[in-house]
């Protein structure tokens, strides 16, 4: 009873845009009506309306997004947009949200754009509340009939749709061996791949100059070593060391 209370205050009038006095009339009528008061006549203007305008509302409160629960996996620096084809999240309050995976979000009626970032968490959740914080945890005071009980009323666990979002935050570490004096690519150097946590790697470079080692974990840093020069050629034993950068291929080049 306390929920439905709680809901028909808020709708009929805290997150009502009509302000009358005929509406609030009209809700008082209504919350002594779930307090087992019976309406026999009324003098509301439109009162049936005014109701079931209210009631629709609480239904639809109870009707959660279409992408409830979902898994969104969203690159860094990339967005993802998800649609409620419920056709209730355009209701829901960005002002009261939780965002453990620290992604950024944009309301646009019924769709929801996730854009990740380099500080993105790698895994979290999105849980955004039906009823603006302003109201979520206010008391809604009322008396109801000829004062005989006064009800306050919370609304302490809103409605809210729920996200786990998985963040992608890798890029490619790459080597371009060229002759020092023309400039072209060479083919058969091969260069040892050594990053910050421990990895290690051989790779050739092929035709076009270049080996690469891909979806490493953004901010890695490697280090690259060439560890045997192509036929006809002097090794070049400095090692150049770069950081993965998101969704980028980060390349240093060895004359």
Do not use: C
Request: proline letters at 2%.
């Amino acid at each position: 009873l306390r929920d439905r209370l709680s809901l028909t205050a808020y709708f009929g009038w805290y997150g009502n845009s009509d302000k009358s006095d005929t509406q609030y009339v009209a809700v008082q009528q209504m919350l002594w009506e779930l307090f087992g008061g019976e309406t026999l006549s009324t003098t509301v203007s439109n009162y049936a309306n005014r109701k079931q305008f209210v009631e629709s509302e609480i239904s639809k409160y109870n009707t959660r997004p279409s992408f409830h629960n979902q898994r969104v996996t969203v690159k860094v620096g990339e967005t993802v947009t998800i649609t409620d084809t419920n056709g209730v999240f355009a209701n829901y309050a960005m002002d009261n949200l939780t965002n453990i995976a620290n992604v950024t979000l944009r309301q646009e009626g019924n769709r929801l754009h996730i854009t990740a970032n380099a500080n993105s968490n790698t895994n979290g959740t999105v849980s955004i509340a039906r009823i603006p914080k302003e109201f979520a945890n206010a008391a809604l005071v009322y008396q109801v009939g000829n004062y005989q009980r006064v009800s306050v009323l919370h609304l302490e666990d809103p409605m809210t749709v729920n996200l786990n979002i998985d963040v992608l935050k890798e890029g490619h570490a790459e080597v371009l061996k060229v002759d020092e004096e023309t400039g072209l690519p060479l083919a058969g150097a091969v260069f040892r791949f050594v990053t910050s946590d421990g990895q290690e790697k051989e790779l050739t470079t092929g035709a076009d100059g270049k080996a690469r080692w891909e979806n490493l974990m953004v901010d890695t840093t490697v280090t690259i070593t060439e560890i045997k020069a192509p036929n006809g050629y002097i090794l070049n034993s400095n090692p150049q060391t770069l950081t993965i950068r998101a969704n980028e291929t980060t390349t240093v080049r060895f004359d």
